[in-house]
Structures are given as structure tokens and as C-alpha cells.
């Protein structure tokens, strides 16, 4: 049920994930599948609405830097990405504190000593966080394997009646996951997302180890994901017999759904998740896309890219 995330809503939906319920509810990213981090059988909801293999963990959302130091140990270089990114599109991956580990649920982790933690953006997000008083669990409001919804209506086509409440908050404005940051003790990127690598190492000082070369694999990791139903060819510059044109840039093709005509980036991140959908759902043989070019949120874009266009398992 979808419902327009008024103050009475995010009400109710504080009560339903208190109760051990799901709500599937806006961040500046995607919107999340939440379920209360603390309660396990509310967790394993998650996994199962979702289709989810288990060994996937999940991030724990909070309303601040503090509620997230009573979760993980902190370092230096970890405090000062969450004091200039947060609230925004960066997850954090840190050692669980040992006096607080036992109340999140090892669904959350599966079973790592490891636990990913951000802060979102949305004010729907922090309303309802601190409605319900405890850290939420949430993976993007997908089936296992779909590209992550960026409306409410993405939501109810993906996960219908399996989730308690849908809150709308409008259409999501990274439109990519967050950026996730481990340290294994150097900071490494698990995931490109909503924020740029170039930013992140700004503040660091010093360039992001790649999870592909640390060998640290998130398990999230796994090549074949955020697929449309469709197949995808990479680089194309025009659509072949059967394929329909994801176009980027000004120099596409009249008449293409174009990811951003002028080629900001940011507005190409916005659209991917939704323009996916909306060619999907013409059933195509193959959805041709344009190159997309490497730097700031192009990473990301092009990593969610070269996954839809994995083999499938
Ligand atoms: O923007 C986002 O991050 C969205 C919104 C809802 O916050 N959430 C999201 O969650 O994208 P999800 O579950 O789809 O992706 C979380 C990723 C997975 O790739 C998972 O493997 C990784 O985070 N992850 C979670 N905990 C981890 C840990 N302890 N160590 C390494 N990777 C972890
Ligand atoms: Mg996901």
C-alpha cells in the first residue's frame, strides 16, 4: 500500500517497524526495504520479500554520527568522511563494537564482525529513524537481481503485498545506491554510488584502494545484478533490429530516451534505475546504451552498467 509520507504516516510506519513489520520508505538514493536492525525475524522479512541470498548483508541506517559510534569503532580517516559526507550517499564499513553487537541482529552482518552503517539524506529517512528509535535495516526495495526502485511505484511493481507500507516520498534525487567505503585498514571502495570516488579522496588525501585490486569482495559484489529483463550491449552508438537505445549526451539519436542530453552526469545517475524500467517494459530483444564516460558518477554508473550486462547466473 502506497502512502503519502505525511506526518501521521511516518507515524504508523515507526509502529509497524517497532511491531517488527516492513516499510519500504525514501532515501536520497533508492528507496529502502526497512525492517528494525535489533529484531531478527523482522530482518529475515527482508531477505525473504526480496528473494535475497542470506549471505548478503545489509546496511543499518541511523539518524547521526553518534547513534552510529554507539554501533562501530570509529577511525580517524572514517570520522572525517561521515563529519563531511553525512547525511549523504556514503555507507561506512566498521568494526562492530563489542558492547553494542550483540543487539543488531547477525542477519544484518550475515555473521561478519564488520557492520556497514550510514546516515541518509531524505528528510522522510531521518523522520522515520528517529520515529522508531532504532537503527533500520534496509537493502533497496527490490526483487534480488532488479534494478533498484527510484519511486514509490517502482516498489509496489517489485514487492506488492509483501511489504506493510510503501511511504512516498517522490522520486529519489541520486538515483544510485550509496557509495560504500570499508577499511581493511586502508579505506577501499566496495561500491561506486551516489558519491564520487574524486570527493571522497579529496578529503582523504590520498586515492581509494579498489575492492577488485584489495581483494575484499563485499559480498553484494556478485557480477550479474541490478539486471533488467532485457539483455544490455555496452558502447553502442545506435540501437540494431530488436534492441531499443538508452542514448547519452548530445550527440544521440533523435527520438532515443536519452539518460541526460546535455551529459551532466548527475542527471544520468538520477534517471538510470527508472529508464531501465521503462525499456524493459517494452520488451526489447536488448537494450543498446550509449558510453558513458569514466569520471565522477560515470564509476557508478558504468559499474551498475557492466552488472545488468553480466551473464545471469
Ligand atoms: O543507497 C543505498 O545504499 C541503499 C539505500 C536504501 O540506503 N541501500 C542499498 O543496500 O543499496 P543494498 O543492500 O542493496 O546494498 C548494500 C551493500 C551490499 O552490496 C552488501 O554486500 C554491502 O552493502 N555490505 C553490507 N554490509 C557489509 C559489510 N559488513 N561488509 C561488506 N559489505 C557490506
Ligand atoms: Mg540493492
Request: avoid cysteine; charge should be neutral; glycine fraction near 8%.
Given at each position: 500500500m502506497i502512502v503519502e509520507a505525511d506526518n501521521g504516516a511516518i507515524a504508523e510506519a515507526a509502529r509497524i517497524l517497532r511491531a517488527g513489520g516492513l516499510v519500504a520508505f525514501p532515501t536520497e538514493t533508492v528507496y529502502g526495504l526497512g525492517a528494525d536492525a535489533t529484531n531478527g525475524k523482522a530482518v529475515a522479512r527482508i531477505y525473504e520479500a526480496k528473494g535475497r541470498p542470506r549471505f548478503n548483508p545489509l546496511i543499518a541506517h541511523v539518524e547521526s554520527l553518534d547513534a552510529a559510534r554507539d554501533l562501530v569503532e570509529f577511525n580517524g580517516e572514517a570520522v572525517a568522511l561521515a563529519e563531511r559526507f553525512w547525511p549523504g550517499p556514503l555507507t561506512l564499513v566498521l568494526p562492530q563494537r563489542a558492547e553494542t553487537a550483540h543487539r543488531i541482529s547477525g542477519l544484518v552482518t550475515a555473521g561478519l564482525d564488520t557492520l556497514a552503517v550510514r546516515v541518509p539524506a531524505h528528510p522522510v529517512a531521518c523522520r522515520l529513524i528517529a520515529a522508531a528509535g532504532v537503527p533500520i535495516a534496509a537493502p533497496s526495495a527490490n526483487l534480488s537481481g532488479r534494478v533498484s526502485p527510484t519511486c514509490a511505484r517502482h516498489v509496489e511493481e517489485d514487492l506488492g503485498n509483501a511489504v506493510d507500507m510503501i511511504l512516498d516520498g517522490g522520486v529519489t534525487q541520486a538515483g544510485l545506491e550509496s557509495t560504500i567505503v570499508a577499511f581493511s585498514p586502508v579505506p577501499t571502495l566496495l561500491r561506486p554510488g551516489g558519491l564520487?570516488?574524486?570527493?571522497?579522496?579529496?578529503?582523504?588525501?590520498r586515492p581509494l584502494k579498489d575492492y577488485r585490486e584489495a581483494?575484499?569482495?563485499?559480498?553484494?559484489?556478485?557480477?550479474?545484478?541490478?539486471a533488467p529483463l532485457a539483455g544490455i550491449r555496452l558502447n553502442a552508438s545506435t540501437a540494431e533490429p530488436g534492441e531499443l537505445l538508452l542514448a547519452f549526451g548530445p550527440g544521440a539519436p533523435d527520438g532515443a530516451l536519452n539518460l541526460s542530453p546535455s551529459g551532466d552526469l548527475r542527471e544520468a545517475a538520477a534517471n538510470l534505475?527508472?529508464?531501465?524500467?521503462?525499456l524493459?517494459?517494452?520488451?526489447?530483444?536488448?537494450?543498446?546504451?550509449?558510453?558513458?564516460?569514466?569520471?565522477?558518477?560515470?564509476?557508478?554508473?558504468?559499474?551498475?552498467?557492466?552488472?545488468?550486462?553480466?551473464?545471469?547466473?
Open positions: 564520487a570516488r574524486e570527493e571522497i579522496e579529496a578529503v582523504l588525501g581483494g575484499v569482495l563485499s559480498p553484494g559484489q556478485l557480477a550479474s545484478h541490478y534505475f527508472a529508464y531501465l524500467r521503462e524493459d517494459a517494452r520488451h526489447p530483444a536488448r537494450i543498446a546504451v550509449m558510453p558513458i564516460p569514466r569520471h565522477g558518477l560515470g564509476e557508478a554508473i558504468d559499474d551498475r552498467l557492466a552488472r545488468a550486462s553480466a551473464p545471469r547466473p
